[in-house]
């Protein structure tokens, strides 16, 4: 009789919990069982962990009685990340690895029933978890062994020392006691990392990012640039309204542009969402993945669904839970086009995310929290046809009804609309506005302005001042005198909810920030109001 304890993890959400295979072998009816919440995908390890042995040329135990716990036995098991670890513990309860070896090490990996290590979803978050328990316990991270394919991305995460093997017989050559042992070499992260430990060199051409679009491109919408500029000041919500053509998406494309790069910790969450979802170089079942396959880690998330998306794509779900586009989207930008064609049920989903910045997935027996401080861009025409309101003189004439255009809009509830910060009408430009060069500012100009003020909302009150929350916001944003009575007077006039009168604040804050003044005036809170009127009623023409 033989026991082995193999050590590794499971995915709940973006959280890797650790879990113990243990193998044990003893006389009785020849077969293979399995314990400890396991799925269908787990259970189906039996048959490629027995033909992967055989390959490999191991004998597999087919005369012994296999039990595999996987413990704690109340932790829901998914994945066929747990291939690797159960025909290793098989290996060592037959005395042919090292326990020590074991010991030191955690895996991860599917196994073809020829003995190749195939890709597994959540690399980057298996290191991630890692790293995190073993700072909790105090001492040094075991280290990592995972299929090559995924052991680029997860070697971004520093601290920990990442094994790629290509075959079952690698790893059990690397285990093996004494000198038998032939190690397998760290992994190498990613190109664009490489590049910056080695002082700034130029990385490989396919690992530049493109350029952004820039805002002189844009003719005219001077009002449409200026929102922008706050939006990504204060990671502020917008909705842009206007007719066909107007440049709504082109402005949306934009706003990446304006924003400053992403912390280390926050591009290595933004990877590990996207490792969860099987985007992020080896993660995917690609099977020319290496080490240039996860640059680009650092970029702000763009993510644009159709709008015939269904909820569960949006926010999240499936067994076992996988993260939306809205988590997809954490720390960059969701754009919505033809917002309000979305069905209704999915866009309501977004008011406690946008609210939060997290959403929790709960289904029966398990629940999964995903992050979501997402900066969302919609864009919607004011009706059906489009130009209802517009004022361009060759606009065509609007043909819908004004009961068309109320159902229409009303198609956006008023808690979703309360929930966007700045709501801007986009007119369409003019012909002679097209025909002009570039003017205005360009881009980098803009972005150092909103640099500054972001720097000043951290500095401040350490994050932007979109999440700032109501007391917060009173002794971040104290309004006196003519200040506080213009706001009062207007929120009455415009019939402002409480969050809608708290957001304009926050707006306005950001807008104080960009002046560079030390406090909300009458003009900033002018300004912030006029950037949330772009639903407001008004006749057509």
């Given at each position: 009789?033989?026991?082995?304890?193999?050590?590794?993890?499971t995915?709940?959400?973006?959280?890797?919990?650790?879990?113990?295979?243990?193998?044990?072998?003893?006389?009785?009816?020849p077969?293979?069982?399995?314990?400890?919440?396991?799925?269908?995908?787990?259970?189906?390890?039996?048959?490629?962990?027995?033909?992967?042995?055989?390959?490999s040329?191991?004998?597999?135990?087919?005369?012994?009685?296999i039990?595999?716990?996987?413990?704690?036995?109340?932790?829901p098991?998914?994945?066929?990340?747990?291939?690797?670890?159960?025909?290793?513990?098989?290996?060592?309860?037959?005395?042919?690895?090292?326990?020590?070896?074991?010991?030191?090490?955690?895996?991860a990996?599917?196994?073809?029933?020829?003995?190749?290590?195939?890709?597994?979803?959540?690399?980057?978050?298996?290191?991630?978890?890692?790293?995190?328990?073993?700072?909790?316990?105090?001492?040094p991270?075991?280290?990592?062994?995972?299929?090559?394919?995924n052991?680029?991305?997860?070697?971004?995460?520093?601290?920990?020392?990442?094994?790629?093997?290509?075959h079952?017989?690698e790893?059990?050559?690397?285990?093996?006691?004494?000198?038998?042992?032939?190690?397998?070499?760290?992994?190498?992260?990613?190109?664009?990392?490489?590049?910056?430990a080695?002082?700034?060199?130029?990385?490989?051409?396919?690992?530049a990012?493109?350029?952004?679009?820039?805002?002189?491109?844009?003719?005219?919408?001077?009002?449409?640039?200026?929102?922008?500029?706050?939006a990504?000041?204060?990671?502020?919500?917008?909705?842009?309204?206007?007719?066909?053509?107007?440049?709504?998406?082109?402005?949306?494309?934009?706003?990446?542009?304006?924003?400053?790069?992403?912390?280390p910790?926050?591009?290595?969450?933004?990877?590990?969402?996207?490792?969860?979802?099987?985007g992020?170089?080896?993660?995917?079942?690609?099977?020319?993945?290496?080490?240039?396959?996860?640059?680009?880690?650092?970029?702000?998330?763009?993510?644009?669904?159709?709008?015939?998306?269904?909820?569960?794509?949006?926010?999240?779900?499936?067994?076992?839970p996988?993260?939306?586009e809205?988590?997809?989207?954490?720390?960059?930008?969701?754009?919505?086009?033809?917002?309000v064609e979305?069905?209704r049920?999915?866009?309501?989903?977004?008011?406690?995310?946008?609210?939060?910045?997290?959403?929790?997935?709960s289904?029966?027996?398990?629940?999964?929290?995903?992050?979501?401080?997402?900066?969302?861009v919609?864009?919607?025409?004011?009706?059906?046809?489009?130009w209802?309101?517009?004022?361009?003189?060759?606009?065509?004439?609007?043909?819908?009804?004004?009961?068309a255009?109320?159902?229409?809009?009303?198609?956006?509830?008023?808690?979703?609309?309360?929930?966007?910060?700045?709501?801007?009408?986009?007119?369409?430009?003019?012909?002679?506005?097209l025909?002009?060069?570039?003017?205005?500012?360009?881009?980098?100009?803009?972005?150092?302005?909103?640099?500054?003020?972001?720097?000043?909302?951290?500095?401040?009150?350490?994050?932007?001042?979109?999440?700032?929350?109501?007391?917060?916001?009173?002794?971040?944003?104290?309004?006196?005198?003519?200040?506080?009575?213009?706001?009062?007077?207007?929120?009455?006039?415009?019939?402002?909810?409480?969050?809608?009168?708290?957001?304009?604040?926050?707006?306005?804050?950001?807008?104080?920030?960009?002046?560079?003044?030390?406090?909300?005036?009458?003009p900033?809170?002018?300004?912030?109001?006029?950037?949330?009127?772009?639903?407001?009623?008004?006749?057509?023409?």
């Amino acid at each position: 009789m033989g026991l082995a304890v193999v050590h590794t993890r499971t995915l709940e959400g973006m959280q890797a919990e650790p879990v113990q295979v243990e193998v044990h072998l003893a006389n009785g009816l020849p077969c293979m069982t399995l314990v400890g919440l396991a799925d269908t995908e787990v259970r189906e390890a039996r048959e490629r962990v027995r033909s992967a042995l055989g390959h490999s040329g191991w004998d597999y135990p087919v005369n012994q009685r296999i039990t595999v716990s996987l413990a704690p036995a109340d932790l829901p098991k998914a994945s066929s990340r747990f291939d690797l670890p159960i025909a290793l513990g098989i290996l060592a309860a037959q005395g042919l690895l090292d326990p020590q070896a074991l010991r030191d090490h955690e895996f991860a990996g599917e196994l073809s029933l020829a003995g190749e290590l195939r890709p597994v979803h959540g690399a980057l978050a298996l290191a991630l978890g890692l790293r995190r328990s073993a700072q909790a316990a105090g001492r040094p991270p075991a280290r990592l062994v995972l299929p090559a394919a995924n052991a680029a991305e997860a070697a971004l995460v520093d601290g920990v020392t990442v094994l790629g093997a290509r075959h079952l017989r690698e790893v059990v050559q690397h285990l093996l006691p004494g000198a038998q042992a032939v190690p397998l070499p760290p992994a190498r992260a990613a190109v664009d990392r490489a590049a910056e430990a080695s002082g700034g060199a130029a990385a490989a051409p396919s690992a530049a990012p493109a350029p952004a679009p820039c805002l002189r491109d844009i003719r005219g919408q001077s009002e449409g640039k200026r929102a922008l500029e706050v939006a990504a000041a204060g990671h502020h919500s917008v909705l842009l309204v206007g007719p066909p053509g107007a440049g709504k998406s082109m402005l949306a494309q934009r706003l990446p542009g304006l924003l400053p790069p992403l912390t280390p910790e926050q591009a290595l969450e933004c990877a590990a969402l996207r490792s969860l979802a099987g985007g992020l170089g080896g993660a995917s079942r690609a099977s020319k993945a290496g080490p240039e396959s996860a640059t680009g880690w650092r970029t702000r998330p763009w993510r644009a669904p159709h709008h015939s998306c269904t909820m569960a794509a949006l926010v999240g779900g499936g067994q076992p839970p996988r993260p939306g586009e809205i988590s997809l989207a954490d720390h960059g930008l969701l754009f919505l086009d033809e917002l309000v064609e979305f069905p209704r049920r999915t866009l309501e989903a977004l008011r406690e995310p946008l609210e939060t910045g997290h959403v929790t997935i709960s289904r029966a027996g398990r629940q999964a929290r995903f992050p979501s401080r997402l900066l969302l861009v919609a864009a919607m025409n004011p009706c059906p046809c489009g130009w209802w309101g517009s004022r361009a003189p060759s606009a065509p004439a609007c043909r819908c009804t004004p009961d068309a255009v109320a159902r229409y809009q009303g198609r956006l509830s008023g808690p979703l609309l309360d929930r966007l910060d700045l709501q801007l009408e986009v007119p369409a430009a003019t012909p002679a506005e097209l025909l002009q060069p570039p003017q205005g500012e360009d881009s980098l100009t803009v972005a150092q302005r909103v640099a500054r003020a972001r720097e000043a909302q951290q500095q401040r009150q350490g994050c932007c001042n979109a999440e700032l929350g109501a007391a917060a916001l009173l002794e971040h944003a104290p309004l006196k005198g003519a200040s506080q009575a213009f706001l009062q007077r207007a929120a009455e006039r415009l019939g402002l909810s409480g969050r809608g009168l708290h957001r304009v604040l926050r707006v306005a804050r950001t807008l104080a920030d960009l002046a560079q003044s030390p406090t909300v005036e009458v003009p900033q809170l002018a300004e912030a109001l006029q950037l949330r009127r772009g639903l407001a009623p008004r006749p057509a023409s």
